[in-house]
């Protein structure tokens, strides 16, 4: 059983930047994709950025992030790992809760698969991310 916690929220000022963590835990699959989703009320939930853990690493990243933000990936061993999310230039627009989220994934996914929310199957509890115009 796969378990998400995210840190790393909080608020800053437009321009800024912030690191958001998620420690993932419980991964007995040999590959997953992880990501970072976010989602402010009246909107659906985008995908910001996200990677496959098995051979080739790929990335994926949501347009309107691009450039900005950056994913990264700690393994502490083989079934625990924190991921990260690297996110500068800063928004007003940027403002969201952020999720971590996972789902094992045997075989490199096409890039869009992996801004999916429907393809992921646990998710953390969210980072409040404020971004003061």
């Known amino acids: 059983q796969v378990q998400l916690a995210e840190s790393g929220g909080g608020s800053v000022q437009a321009g800024g930047s912030l690191r958001l963590s998620c420690t993932a835990s419980?991964?007995?699959?040999?590959?997953?994709?992880l990501g970072w989703f976010r989602h402010t009320p009246g909107k659906e939930r985008e995908g910001v950025a996200a990677i496959y853990t098995g051979g080739g690493g790929m990335t994926a990243y949501g347009d309107s992030v691009k450039g900005r933000f950056t994913i990264s990936r700690v393994s502490k061993d083989k079934y625990e790992s924190t991921l990260y999310l690297e996110m500068g230039s800063l928004e007003p627009e940027d403002s969201a809760m952020y999720y971590c989220?996972?789902?094992?994934?045997?075989?490199?996914?096409?890039?869009?698969?992996?801004?999916?929310?429907?393809?992921?199957?646990?998710w953390g509890p969210g980072t409040r991310v404020t971004v003061d115009a």
């Open positions: 989220a996972a789902t094992p994934r045997r075989g490199s996914p096409p890039r869009w698969q992996l801004l999916r929310p429907d393809e992921y199957d646990t």
């Open positions: 419980g991964l007995y699959h040999s590959s997953y994709q």
